[in-house]
C-alpha cells in the first residue's frame, strides 16, 4: 500500500461536521424522530467511537450522511453534514454516489450481505477500484486488489481471492470489506460494529487491522459500536447518544473515567466485567424509551438515578454544555455527577482485586 | 420479591444438599454426518463434541465457554436430550438421560430446563405470557385451573413480571422482559437444574444487567444449578463458579473461575482471555496481547493430536503425534490439556491493580 497522496485533510482538521441531523421515520405507530439534532465532527486520523444500545440512533444518523436510508419510510427534517465544503445531505444523489466508496468509505457488521454471493472476491474489489477509477484497466484493477487483500492480511491472497465470499470465514470475509473500504483510499472510514459477528480471537485480529489501517493512511473513522471495551481499545474520542441525542462528548479517558452523564456512568457499571469476581452488578432500571412516546424533558430521566423527582428533568431538555476540556454533557444535575464518579473512583481504587497467588 | 407459597421456596429443592453432584456428563461425543459431496469423502463427519466430561453441583455455576463451533451449544441441546448424543452419558442425578425412555425423559425434564438466547425467535407470538408460561404444566399434566393459574402468576412475579402481563403478547414486551419470560416458562414446573444458552447475548448491557442479578436471585433463592453456555468471558466471569474452555469439540481448560481467569494454564484460554477488548482506555497499550493467527480449522477435519496446535506459538511435533489429555498438571484441581501448559508467572487476567 502506497501512503496517501494529496487531498487528506491535515491531521487534526475536521474531516466531517455533523450539525443539528434531525431523522424521522413513519412508523405504523407514528413518527418516531430516531435522531433528534445529533452534531459532532471527526478529524483527519482521529478514531470517533458513538457508542449506544440499540434503537439510540447512532447507525441511522451515518446512514443519513450517506444517503442510505430507506426513502419511503424516513426523511432527513433538518441539520447538516459536511465533508470539506460539501453538504452530503443536499448533494444530489449522483454526486453522492461519487463520494460514497471513494472519498468515504464504509464496513458493516455483517460481511455476508454487504458481499455479491455469485461473485468473486477479487472481482468486486476490482469493481469498486474502477467504479471511481475508469480509467483503470480490468487487469490492473485486479492486481491490485489482490495487494489489498495481501494488505489485510489475507495470507495466499492471489489464490483465495478467486474463490466466493461464502467459501472465506466471517474474519476474511471482513478484512474483504476493510481492503474494499481502503481501495480508494477514503477521507473518512465509518465502521458500524465491524466486530460484532466475529469471534473474539478474529476481533482482536480485526481490530488491530482497524488499527493498522488507520495508521497507513491517515483516515478519519467513525467507530459505531455498542461495546464499551471496544471503544476504549480503539477511540480517540467518544460520542455518547440515548434516545437520538448525543448526551455526552469527550476524550476517551475522560469518558471512561470521569464521565459526566448519567447514563454514561450507567453503562459503565452495568458491565460486568473480566477482572472481578462476581458480585451484583447495578443495572439501569426500565427500559430504552419508546421513541413514539417520548419522555418529557431529559429522555433518560425515568430510569437516572440523579433525577430524584426533580422537575426540571421531567419539564426541560438539557442542552449538551461543556463541563471541562473538550468535554460537554447533556444533564442538569452534571455537577453532582462529579462528586459521585469521584467517589466511586475513590472506593474502586481501595478494593483489592485478585491477589496474586490466589490458590487455584 | 415475595417467596412462593410453599414454605420450602426459599431453600434447596427437597432432599438436594448444596455442593452435591446433580449432573454429570462422561465422555460426551457428538457427530454430525456430512452428505458426501464433490470435496468431502463419504462418511465424514462434522466432530461437534468430541469427549467431554464434566460435572455440576447443586447450587452451582458452571459455564463453558468458546468461540462459534467450539460445541458449547451442542452439549447444552444434548444434556437436555433435544440432540442424541452419538456416544458417552448425561447422568441426571445418576440416570442416565441418553438411555431414558419417553416417561421418564418426562420426569427429567421436569427438573432439567433451557432457557434460549433468542427471546425474539423462542416464544410463541400467538400465545400469551400467561399460555406461554403455563405450557410445561400442561405438558406435564399440572395445570389445574385456579391452581395453574396461581403457579404461572408467582412464577412471573419470581422474574419480576406482574400478573397482569400474562394477558399480553411477546411482541408487547422488550427483548429483556421477553428473555424473564423465558426464564419463567423454564421456572414453572420448579426444576433444579437451568442450562442457560446465551441468555443474554441478545441485550444490550443496561438490560443484560438486570437479567444477569435476576439469574443470581433466582440462584440464592431456589438453590438452582445453572449450566452457563456464554461467549462473553466477562459474563461467565461474572456468574460462574466454574469454568469449562472449549475448542473445537473438547474441554482444554476447566476449573475454578478465580483460577482459570487469572492464572490460565491453556494457551488458548492465555489467548483467548487476552483478546478480549478491557473497557478502560488506560489498559490499551497492555502488554501480555496474544493475538492468534488464523482461524478454526473445520471441525469435520480437526488437526491430528492437540487440536489447537495450528494456532497455538507453542506447538511441537509431539502435539501432532499426540493427544494432550485433560489432567490436573499441577495439583491445583484445575485440569488442563495441553503438554506445555504453563502457570503464568504473573496473574494474566488484565485490568489488575498493580
Redesign the interface.
Known amino acids: 500500500m502506497t501512503d496517501r497522496g494529496g487531498g487528506s485533510a491535515p491531521a487534526g482538521q475536521p474531516v466531517l461536521r455533523i450539525r443539528d441531523l434531525v431523522v424521522e421515520f413513519d412508523t405504523p405507530d407514528g413518527v418516531v424522530r430516531a435522531v433528534d439534532g445529533v452534531s459532532y465532527d471527526v478529524a483527519a486520523g482521529e478514531t470517533l467511537g458513538v457508542v449506544g444500545?440499540?434503537g439510540c440512533g447512532k447507525t441511522v444518523t451515518v446512514l443519513a450522511v450517506l444517503g442510505l436510508l430507506p426513502r419511503r419510510s424516513a426523511r432527513v427534517v433538518r441539520g447538516e453534514a459536511l465533508l470539506g465544503g460539501m453538504d452530503l445531505l443536499r448533494l444530489p444523489p449522483r454526486r453522492l454516489r461519487a463520494v460514497r466508496g471513494k472519498r468515504v468509505a464504509m464496513v458493516f457488521q455483517n460481511p455476508m450481505t454487504s458481499l455479491h454471493p455469485a461473485l468473486t472476491v477479487r472481482h468486486q474489489i476490482a469493481e469498486a477500484l474502477r467504479a471511481h477509477d475508469r480509467g483503470l484497466p480490468r487487469h490492473a484493477a485486479r492486481r491490485r486488489a489482490v495487494e489489498l487483500l495481501d494488505a489485510v492480511g489475507v495470507?495466499d491472497a492471489a489464490r483465495r481471492a478467486r474463490g466466493y465470499p461464502h467459501q472465506w470465514?466471517g474474519?476474511?470475509r471482513q478484512r474483504a470489506m476493510i481492503a474494499m473500504a481502503i481501495a480508494n483510499e477514503p477521507d473518512l472510514l465509518i465502521a458500524d460494529e465491524p466486530t460484532t459477528a466475529l469471534?473474539?480471537?478474529?476481533?482482536?485480529?480485526v481490530?488491530?487491522l482497524l488499527r493498522e489501517v488507520r495508521g497507513r493512511t491517515g483516515a478519519a473513522t467513525i467507530l459505531i459500536t455498542?461495546?464499551?471495551?471496544?471503544?476504549?481499545?480503539?477511540?480517540d474520542r467518544v460520542v455518547v447518544v440515548y434516545a437520538g441525542r448525543v448526551v455526552e462528548t469527550g476524550d476517551?479517558?475522560t469518558i471512561?473515567?470521569a464521565p459526566r452523564h448519567p447514563y454514561t456512568l450507567?453503562?459503565?457499571a452495568?458491565?460486568?466485567?473480566?477482572?472481578?469476581?462476581?458480585?451484583?452488578?447495578?443495572?439501569?432500571?426500565g427500559?430504552?424509551p419508546d421513541l413514539v412516546r417520548r419522555p418529557s424533558g431529559c429522555a433518560f430521566h425515568p430510569?437516572c438515578g440523579l433525577h430524584r423527582g426533580r422537575n426540571r428533568c421531567v419539564a426541560q431538555s438539557p442542552d449538551l454544555a461543556t463541563v471541562g476540556p473538550g468535554h460537554r454533557a447533556a444533564c442538569h444535575y452534571a455537577d453532582e455527577l462529579a462528586a459521585e464518579t469521584a467517589r466511586a473512583a475513590g472506593m474502586s481504587?481501595a478494593e483489592?482485586?485478585?491477589g496474586?497467588g490466589?490458590?487455584? | 420479591m415475595t417467596p412462593a407459597s410453599h414454605p420450602s421456596a426459599s431453600a434447596l429443592p427437597e432432599g438436594a444438599d448444596r455442593g452435591a453432584e446433580v449432573l454429570r456428563v462422561e465422555d460426551l461425543v457428538k457427530h454430525f454426518p456430512v452428505a458426501a459431496g464433490l470435496l468431502r469423502r463419504r462418511g465424514s463427519a462434522v466432530q461437534a463434541v468430541d469427549g467431554v466430561t464434566f460435572s455440576l453441583a447443586t447450587g452451582e455455576t458452571l459455564g463453558l465457554v468458546g468461540e462459534s463451533g467450539c460445541g458449547k451449544s451442542t452439549v447444552a441441546r444434548l444434556i437436555v436430550r433435544l440432540l442424541d448424543p452419538t456416544a458417552g452419558r448425561v447422568l441426571y442425578r445418576g440416570r442416565d438421560i441418553a438411555a431414558c425412555g419417553r416417561r421418564q425423559l418426562r420426569d427429567v425434564r421436569r427438573e432439567l430446563q433451557i432457557v434460549f438466547q433468542d427471546p425474539y425467535g423462542s416464544l410463541n407470538p400467538r400465545r400469551t405470557v400467561h399460555e406461554i408460561v403455563a405450557q410445561p404444566l400442561r405438558v406435564h399434566d399440572e395445570y389445574r385451573g385456579g391452581e395453574g393459574r396461581r403457579r404461572v402468576d408467582e412464577t412471573l412475579e419470581k422474574v419480576g413480571l406482574r400478573p397482569g402481563d400474562g394477558d399480553r403478547l411477546p411482541h408487547e414486551f422488550s427483548g429483556g422482559q421477553r428473555q424473564r419470560i423465558g426464564i419463567a416458562r423454564a421456572l414453572v414446573l420448579g426444576p433444579r437444574v437451568l442450562v442457560l444458552d446465551e441468555p443474554v447475548s441478545a441485550l444490550d448491557v443496561s438490560i443484560q444487567a438486570q437479567v444477569l442479578n435476576l439469574l443470581r436471585e433466582l440462584q440464592s433463592e431456589l438453590g438452582l444449578a445453572y449450566l452457563l453456555i456464554a461467549h462473553d468471558l466477562a459474563v461467565v466471569r461474572h456468574l460462574c463458579d466454574r469454568v469449562a474452555v472449549m475448542y473445537l469439540g473438547r474441554i482444554v481448560e476447566i476449573g475454578a473461575s478465580r483460577a482459570v481467569y487469572t492464572r490460565p494454564l491453556h494457551p488458548y484460554t492465555q489467548a483467548l482471555l487476552s483478546a478480549v477488548p478491557v473497557p478502560d482506555p488506560a489498559q490499551r497499550d497492555r502488554p501480555r496481547r496474544i493475538v492468534l493467527g488464523g482461524d478454526v480449522p473445520d471441525p469435520a477435519n480437526p488437526p491430528s493430536g492437540c487440536r489447537f496446535r495450528t494456532r497455538c506459538w507453542k506447538a511441537a511435533e509431539r502435539c501432532a503425534a499426540q493427544d494432550p489429555a485433560l489432567v490436573d498438571r499441577f495439583g491445583h484441581g484445575h485440569p488442563s490439556a495441553c503438554f506445555f501448559a504453563e502457570v503464568p508467572a504473573a496473574p494474566t487476567t488484565v485490568g489488575l491493580p498493580p
Open positions: 444500545e440499540s495470507a470465514s474474519g476474511m469471534d473474539v480471537t478474529i476481533q482482536a485480529q481490530l488491530d455498542h461495546d464499551l471495551g471496544v471503544i476504549a481499545e480503539m477511540a476517551v479517558h471512561f473515567h450507567g453503562l459503565l452495568a458491565l460486568p466485567r473480566l477482572d472481578t469476581d462476581r458480585q451484583s452488578l447495578a443495572a439501569i432500571p427500559q430504552p430510569r481504587a483489592p482485586g485478585d496474586p490466589a490458590p487455584a
